[in-house]
């Protein structure tokens, strides 16, 4: 049945779901690495598509851009409509000197500074943590592909521009912080409530300090390979 934000019927929906945060990325992935994609919602052209890969169904959803936006759109798709995981693939900014322009980083968890998992959690701190199996899955094909990642812990802010950018930094990284994005402990926060498993995959797009980052097209690139990172380390039958 519809819900308030996705216009879809049950059984639109693959048990898989790939969330970047742009809609029209969302349009692009499936296009370019589905099988037969249809169509499955517009509603404020938050695009999703469902459609084969490797003869598996599987789903691609734009997010919209920070907690509220992903934690409406998955606790809807794995509430109401048999969605059992969800693999974000997006952007982040680098806290780690380590990281570099195009890195691939893997949440193993995502500590926060917004209130949605204490919301959740009776006031307590909740660790929020990527699902086991998606993870040992991701790094088992990232290390058959010889694909370098960076796992461990990401920073979801509720702020891009943060007006104590370069104090938050230092002390981000000062607790072993890798990247800096705005979803994934919203998404792990809601697949814990709901019993379901979730995923970051993270190209650094940004080093915030070096004022560098990816232009568009470079973007682009690097979403086509976190989607096959993602792609390749569904297990055969999925479901
Ligand atoms: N901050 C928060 N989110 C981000 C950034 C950043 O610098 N870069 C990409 N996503």
Redesign the pocket.
Same mark, same amino acid.
Request: proline share 0%; net charge negative; with cysteine.
């Given at each position: 049945m519809p819900t308030p934000h996705i216009s879809a019927n049950p059984g639109d929906f693959a048990p898989t779901v790939l969330m970047p945060g742009d809609p029209l990325r969302a349009r692009h992935l499936a296009h370019t690495f589905l099988d037969s994609p249809r169509q499955v919602n517009a509603v404020r052209h938050m695009l999703a598509y469902t459609g084969t890969h490797a003869g598996q169904p599987v789903s691609v959803m734009g997010s919209g851009m920070g907690i509220p936006s992903i934690s409406i759109y998955a606790e809807e798709l794995f509430t109401q409509f048999g969605v059992e995981r969800i693999i974000r693939i997006? $952007? @982040?900014? =680098?806290v780690s000197p380590d990281l570099q322009l195009r890195d691939l980083v893997i949440g193993m968890g995502a500590s926060t500074d917004s209130a949605v998992n204490r919301a959740r959690f009776g006031g307590h701190d909740f660790a929020a943590l990527a699902s086991p199996s998606l993870l040992e899955n991701v790094m088992q094909t990232a290390r058959e592909q010889n694909t370098p990642v960076h796992i461990g812990n990401l920073f979801s802010?509720d702020?891009?521009y943060?007006p104590k950018n370069e104090t938050l930094l230092t002390m981000l990284q000062s607790m072993g912080i890798l =990247? /800096?994005?705005?979803e994934a402990a919203g998404l792990y926060g809601c697949a814990a409530a709901c019993g379901k498993q979730a995923l970051t995959i @993270?190209t650094? $797009?940004?080093l /915030?300090r070096q004022g560098e980052?990816l232009s568009a097209e470079e973007r682009e690139q690097g979403f086509d390979a976190m989607i096959q990172l993602a792609l390749q380390s569904l297990p055969p039958q999925a479901s």
């Open positions: 997006g $952007s @982040c900014g =680098a802010t702020l891009f943060h =990247a /800096i994005e705005m @993270c650094v $797009s940004d /915030i980052r």
